[in-house]
């Protein structure tokens, strides 16, 4: 019989071993947790990173708590089916397994609302963000580069010259 353990890491993910060995991969044991493990780990710290609303996050970026919406451009769904959420905090994406590895995202929470708290969490980069996606203000959607420009004031002027 072979026996499964858990514990709590540091940013209060589920980890699952084999009991006798401790090993997240055991071929003794016949168990393969590797994999799970490492989505809870990443889930974990996603959710560690998610700040209260209104929390500034950094200088030229979103507050936690705004709310922001990914564009459906597919053109396949009617009506499209925008990705709606809000941002959660920032963080360097530190996950082999992702494409945005190494890059400033930010934590964006979203799905299903359960309460005030959203239940999913995904990770997209800054950049991107600014680039692609809207935030709404005053009840309208506009493109967040607009709205991020609007609030980091008068910095943009001196882009302009380089
Ligand atoms: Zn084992």
Same mark, same amino acid.
């Given at each position: ?9 540091? $940013? ?59 564009? $459906? ?80 004031? $008068?910095?943009?002027?001196? $882009?302009?010259?380089?």
């Amino acid at each position: 019989m072979s026996g499964v353990s858990t514990f709590i890491n540091q $940013d209060g993910a589920t980890i699952f071993v084999c009991t006798d060995h401790g090993e997240q991969s055991c071929p003794f044991c016949c168990l393969m947790f590797s994999e799970i493990n490492n989505e809870a780990r990443q889930e974990a710290r996603k959710r560690k990173a998610i700040k209260p609303p209104q929390t500034p996050l950094g200088e030229g970026l979103l507050i936690s708590g705004t709310e922001v919406r990914m564009l $459906d451009r597919s053109g396949e769904n009617v009506p499209p089916n925008h990705l709606e959420g809000r941002i959660g905090g920032v963080l360097t994406e530190k996950d082999e397994e992702s494409d945005f590895d190494g890059m400033e995202c930010y934590v964006v929470e979203y799905g299903r609302r359960n309460g005030e708290v959203m239940t999913q969490v995904m990770t997209y980069p800054v950049e991107w963000v600014h680039e692609e996606w809207q935030v709404k203000t005053n009840g309208q959607w506009v493109s967040a580069m607009k709205y991020v420009k609007l609030f980091s004031g $008068d910095d943009s002027d001196n $882009d302009d010259d380089m």
